[in-house]
């Protein structure tokens, strides 16, 4: 950090001259870029920004306006600080008006009491100066090759993270554009202090530009993307206040930096994923991915005992029901538990599958089916085998059972990806009923519907932009005043906008409930009798509930 006007007033060389500061004594904290000396009025015109001015003051104006003009001119122009020696112009005070202009534009104002040598005043503050510069340099420097060699060696978003935390000593976030947490760091804070209504508190930070300082919360914020696709951002927490005066935040190349290694490491994770496994697991990620070709998938399938061509192709995508969250290392076991009992049901069925984990939740099943099994038959079989198989490990009987969830059977490898994507979207869809919501064994894409498709594009920019676009306002206002105008226009339109009944189910008076309508109308600027509008705002509510998961 650049020395301040505090820190150069408190040198050595600065005390000799007894300074006394007679306006500006809440700028103090300015940073000092350089120091220059001039007698000039006009001397503005010489400066840069982050100059302290050393003068005696001999040829300065001498009417009231021309000394606020010299005053406002260096203010400006952003110089650091004015410091005048008494003894040439001035003896025991400076000009009233001197006084007044500085203090109105909060510009440090010292006066020296005792004569100096100010080329030793330029020589102690340049070299702290030019050490600062070269700390910068060095800092610099040394975060550039911590996140070169994370990017290097691939690392994780929670690593990218954490490197950020560690180097700022605050508390980190990676959000996506619906302000959900992907990766958090607390720095050794509470976290849950940290994670706390996250999404209201983040939804109320919004600093102008790709990264930007927010003085109310404190929170110093990027934009974390590449190649024009912008889908995070990266959020150091700290204290509500203004940054130190006179440029940017000290921490802004640090989480820039922190976004870039975020941002690339999001565009190669696939491709290095697909030549880093050679297992199950490898083949459906390629598959979906696109990161093999068709032949490949069936050459490599073909070696792990898994003819995929000349068969019906049917992809599962297997969730376990919800319910409290793991720790990390607990939730990894636990997945590798599910991808084994999912084998096993494969094998006690005699099914042809590919059998691994797709994500940090759910188990991927690529079955191959031959020409005389009946596909009903084969996937009732096998739900009925996993839920056995789970109810058994579980040691309990009446334990929720898995949900499992089936695409469309395709007759190729090259719609292999389709019938996988159905099923994941039919599967994050079918969460959402509840454990014993139907009779069947498994779920296809004609039980969720609507729902199903807006779960399979709840990661993609557009409809998270979607869902800003249509609800932000509202979310915002709510998350504000800690309303429930969100909750009136959703009873709303699932009562078929049926005013009445809306208000009942509500269990608001009717007047009362009109009057919220007519607030979410002047917030969102629609019209609710308006079918368009309507189905625009439902749509955006279901797509919200797929965000949020």
């Not at 015109?45 to 406002?72: C, F, K, N």
């Not at 898995?402 to 969460?431: F, H, I, K, M, Y």
């Not at 920019?461 to 959703?490: C, I, K, S, W």
Request: net charge negative; hydrophobic share 45%; with cysteine.
């Amino acid at each position: 950090m650049l020395p301040t006007v505090a820190h150069v007033l408190d040198l050595e060389v600065m005390r000799r001259g007894l300074p006394q500061v007679v306006a500006g004594a809440d700028h103090l904290e300015r940073p000092v870029r350089w120091v220059h000396v001039s007698e000039l009025p006009d001397v503005a015109g010489m400066l840069q920004g982050g100059e302290l001015v050393l003068s005696t003051g001999i040829a300065l104006p001498e009417d009231r306006e021309g000394l606020a003009r010299y005053v406002r001119e260096l203010a400006d122009i952003g110089a650091a600080g004015l410091v005048i020696e008494y003894g040439r112009r001035y003896f025991d005070t400076l000009p009233r008006a001197l006084v007044h202009a500085a203090e109105q534009r909060g510009l440090p104002l010292i006066a020296l009491r005792r004569e100096l040598r100010f080329v030793a005043v330029t020589e102690a503050v340049h070299a702290l100066v030019v050490n600062a510069q070269l700390e910068q340099l060095r800092t610099s420097e040394a975060i550039h090759q911590v996140f070169n060699e994370l990017v290097v060696e691939g690392a994780e978003p929670s690593e990218v993270v954490r490197q950020v935390a560690r180097i700022a000593g605050s508390p980190v976030v990676l959000e996506n554009l619906a302000h959900q947490v992907l990766a958090h760091d607390p720095a050794g804070r509470p976290e849950a202090e940290l994670l706390e209504d996250w999404e209201r508190r983040s939804r109320g930070v919004r600093p102008a530009g790709r990264t930007g300082h927010d003085p109310r919360s404190g929170w110093l914020v990027t934009t974390v993307g590449a190649r024009g696709q912008d889908w995070g951002r990266l959020v150091l927490v700290q204290e509500p206040g203004p940054p130190p005066e006179g440029g940017p935040h000290p921490y802004t190349m640090l989480l820039e930096r922190g976004a870039s290694a975020l941002a690339l490491n999001r565009l190669v994770v696939r491709d290095r994923e697909s030549l880093e496994r050679q297992t199950h697991r490898t083949l459906l990620s390629g598959i979906l991915t696109h990161a093999l070709t068709v032949s490949e998938v069936a050459l490599r399938a073909q070696a792990l005992g898994v003819p995929l061509e000349g068969r019906r192709l049917v992809g599962a995508v297997l969730r376990q029901r919800r319910g409290p969250i793991p720790a990390a290392l607990e939730a990894q076991a636990r997945l590798r538990d599910f991808t084994e009992l999912a084998a096993s049901a494969v094998r006690t069925c005699r099914l042809s599958a590919l059998v691994g984990a797709l994500d940090d939740e759910g188990v991927g099943v690529l079955i191959a089916l031959g020409p005389q099994q009946d596909e009903h038959a084969a996937l009732d079989a096998f739900a009925a085998a996993l839920r056995r198989l789970a109810a058994e490990a579980a040691r309990d009987p009446a334990a929720p059972a898995p949900v499992v969830a089936v695409g469309s059977s395709v007759g190729s490898v090259r719609d292999a990806r389709r019938t996988l994507l159905e099923a994941t979207q039919v599967a994050d869809a079918a969460l959402h009923d509840g454990p014993g919501g139907r009779a069947s064994s498994y779920y296809r894409l004609p039980d969720v519907r609507l729902r199903g498709l807006l779960h399979l594009l709840r990661d993609d920019a557009r409809l998270q932009t979607y869902v800003e676009r249509e609800l932000g306002p509202l979310l915002a206002f709510d998350a504000e005043h800690n309303g429930q105008l969100v909750q009136m226009l959703r009873i709303y339109l699932e009562q078929g906008r049926n005013k009445s009944a809306a208000a009942d189910a509500a269990h608001l008076s009717r007047p009362s409930f009109y009057d919220r309508l007519h607030k979410v109308e002047r917030i969102l600027g629609v019209d609710l009798d308006q079918v368009e509008s309507c189905l625009s705002l439902h749509v955006a509510l279901l797509a919200l509930d797929a965000v949020r998961r």
